[in-house]
């Protein structure tokens, strides 16, 4: 779990100072728009849909864009595109298994992008199945300092079913099985601690240590990925030691 969270730091921090801020955007409302046609348009009776939200505007995507995207997806406002969820497996440099999630309206240019990043980039496609079984789907939640302590956070979330609580340096990552991740949300809600995302995710059962060089090139790899508008997530089950970390950000 460790490389995972570390991996989710710095990932958390790039997101934040993400010069691709317009990509962000357009990710974070594809996904307001999916919820809402998969869920209805209430945020209230739709968590998938509150969660999006929420997620947008702490990105500081504007309300009308976000409200835009709803009524979309809801069916309020016509113009929503048909998009669908695609996963795709493959192994990056060093072996790493890498599963990229893709929510795209056009299947072919999605396998083509996938396929070109992951080519040129020194990593390989594989088939269905044989990358997904090394990851578990679970809810996590991530929760500013703010203050708190792992003791406060692990009181508020140990009823509503979380499994752990993991300290990624400027924030807290609360796991649970991704059923349980609203329960989890709604109990820091209710304890009234504020959380910066909750999402379902997928965490590696094990992982692949990484020198600065395989670091180097495993990020460069899940940026090429990241950069298609297609791509909405990409999981990987690599570890980077502190120390490594930090030659790797000189």
């Given at each position: 779990m460790s490389g995972h969270s570390k991996w989710a730091t710095t990932k958390h921090k790039k997101a934040a100072l993400d010069a691709k801020r317009g990509k962000l955007f357009a990710k974070l409302i594809k996904n307001i728009e999916v919820a809402a046609r998969t869920g209805g348009g209430d945020p209230e009776g739709n968590p998938t849909l509150y969660d999006a939200i929420q997620k947008a505007?702490?990105?500081?995507?504007?309300?009308?864009n976000i409200e835009?995207?709803?009524?979309?997806?809801?069916?309020?406002?016509?113009?929503?595109?048909?998009?669908?969820?695609?996963?795709?497996?493959?192994?990056?440099?060093?072996?790493?298994?890498v599963l990229i999630e893709c929510l795209t309206d056009n299947r072919n240019r999605a396998a083509t992008e996938v396929r070109t990043a992951m080519t040129r980039n020194g990593g390989s496609m594989a088939d269905p199945g044989s990358v997904s079984y090394m990851f578990n789907r679970k809810g996590v939640v991530i929760v500013p300092k703010n203050?708190?302590?792992e003791d406060d956070v692990l009181m508020a979330v140990l009823d509503a079913g979380a499994e752990e609580v993991n300290d990624?340096?400027?924030?807290?990552?609360?796991?649970?099985?991704?059923?349980?991740?609203?329960?989890?949300?709604k109990a820091l809600q209710d304890a009234g601690y504020d959380y910066e995302s909750a999402d379902a995710s997928f965490l590696p059962m094990s992982t692949v240590q990484l020198d600065a060089d395989g670091a180097r090139k495993i990020f460069k790899l899940i940026d090429a990925l990241e950069d298609s508008d297609d791509v909405q997530n990409v999981y990987a089950n690599f570890d980077v030691a502190d120390d490594v970390m930090a030659e790797v950000d000189a």
């Amino acid at each position: 779990m460790s490389g995972h969270s570390k991996w989710a730091t710095t990932k958390h921090k790039k997101a934040a100072l993400d010069a691709k801020r317009g990509k962000l955007f357009a990710k974070l409302i594809k996904n307001i728009e999916v919820a809402a046609r998969t869920g209805g348009g209430d945020p209230e009776g739709n968590p998938t849909l509150y969660d999006a939200i929420q997620k947008a505007k702490k990105s500081s995507v504007p309300n009308d864009n976000i409200e835009r995207a709803r009524k979309r997806g809801g069916g309020e406002e016509a113009g929503g595109a048909d998009w669908q969820t695609i996963m795709y497996e493959g192994y990056g440099p060093n072996g790493v298994a890498v599963l990229i999630e893709c929510l795209t309206d056009n299947r072919n240019r999605a396998a083509t992008e996938v396929r070109t990043a992951m080519t040129r980039n020194g990593g390989s496609m594989a088939d269905p199945g044989s990358v997904s079984y090394m990851f578990n789907r679970k809810g996590v939640v991530i929760v500013p300092k703010n203050g708190l302590t792992e003791d406060d956070v692990l009181m508020a979330v140990l009823d509503a079913g979380a499994e752990e609580v993991n300290d990624l340096g400027e924030s807290f990552e609360v796991v649970s099985e991704a059923g349980d991740m609203v329960a989890v949300r709604k109990a820091l809600q209710d304890a009234g601690y504020d959380y910066e995302s909750a999402d379902a995710s997928f965490l590696p059962m094990s992982t692949v240590q990484l020198d600065a060089d395989g670091a180097r090139k495993i990020f460069k790899l899940i940026d090429a990925l990241e950069d298609s508008d297609d791509v909405q997530n990409v999981y990987a089950n690599f570890d980077v030691a502190d120390d490594v970390m930090a030659e790797v950000d000189a």
